[in-house]
Structure formats: C-alpha cells, structure tokens
C-alpha cells in the first residue's frame, strides 16, 4: 500500500521526498525514467523523512532484523534497524560476503541477477522487515522474501521508498504486504 493510503495522504513530508528524487531518463536503457536517489540523500531533510515514516510504522511491530537489498537497500535499512532496535542484514549481489551463503535468482525489468544472505545471519522464527529504493516488478523483493525464509525468518512486510503504480493498493509479494512511500515521478515515459 502506499503511504498515502494509509493515513499520510496531505502529509508534506511525502512531497519533500517525491521532490527530492531525481529522473534520469533514458538510464541504464532507452525506455527507463530512472529514480535517483542520490539527489534524496544530498537533502538532509527529506533523507530524514523517510526513515521517521519508515520508523513510526516499524517502531511496533516487534521486528528483529531489517534486510536491506544491495546496494540502496544498504542505506536506509541501517537507520531503521537502529531506531527500532533490531539488526541489519545485507542482501548482496553474488560473490560478495564470506563464508557460507544461500542465494536466489530472480528477474529485473532489464535483466536477470542473484542476490546472497550469510547462513548466519537469520534465527529461526525472527521477524523481518526488507527495504530497498524502489519497486518495478517485485523480482527483487521477491527473491529476497525467499531467502529470508528459507533462513526461517518470518517475513512481515516489504516496504520501498518508490513504488510503480501497479503496486498501489492492497498489493502483496509472495503473500507479504508492500508498503511505499511515494510514485515515481514522470510516470508515462516508463516502459518495461
């Protein structure tokens, strides 16, 4: 669901974020309005914004560990497993994490990829949240549902700073709810 279904619609801090993301057409291939971020994270303000959302929705739900997708993923799971006191897990691309590692392909919306886990990093029965940039087709978010539960991990939401639209609404990945807070900006160029 999207933020503003569920009790943010008009809040401002929504549309510092949205205003905040960057659109780099055409990138990595004709077709694709790119959402950058980088832009985001050079604005303090917003950058914070997104991870008080994130923490004000999280802070109750007895989470234990946040995985954050490689490599975006990487810097809003941090601040959020700190706020809500729970671990951070990173989801890596393939050859990138020492020791014994379980892995999932899945399908992007311009290609194939992998990511990995550490066997270590997940106990039975934890409740997990995973965070990354944006949501296209769901491939990512998907592949990292598996891998946390094959870990045993018991997977409570996905949540995504940039969702597409076909997501809005009660939208769930492999039976998990998807939480986002914002739609990508420029939204009749994007072709997949």
Request: negative net charge.
């Amino acid at each position: 669901m999207f933020a503003v279904e569920n009790g943010l619609q008009g809040d401002p801090r929504l549309q510092a974020i949205s205003d905040a993301i960057r659109v780099i057409p055409h990138f990595p291939k004709t077709g694709i309005m790119f959402q950058d971020i980088t832009t985001l994270l050079l604005d303090p303000v917003a950058f914070k914004h997104v991870v008080d959302i994130f923490v004000d929705r999280y802070k109750h739900m007895n989470i234990s560990l946040v995985a954050g997708v490689e490599a975006r993923g990487f810097i809003f799971g941090p601040p959020i497993a700190l706020a809500i006191g729970a671990k951070f897990i990173p989801l890596r691309k393939p050859g990138k994490l020492p020791g014994k590692v379980i892995s999932e392909e899945y399908e992007l919306e311009y290609g194939n990829d992998r990511l990995e886990m550490s066997m270590e990093a997940v106990k039975s029965q934890e409740r997990a949240l995973v965070i990354d940039d944006l949501v296209a087709t769901g491939g990512t978010l998907s592949a990292s549902i598996n891998l946390l539960e094959r870990a045993g991990a018991e997977v409570v939401e996905c949540a995504c700073v940039v969702g597409l639209p076909k997501f809005k609404g009660q939208c769930k990945l492999k039976g998990k709810p998807l939480y986002v807070l914002v739609e990508p900006s420029q939204l009749e160029e994007i072709t997949f």
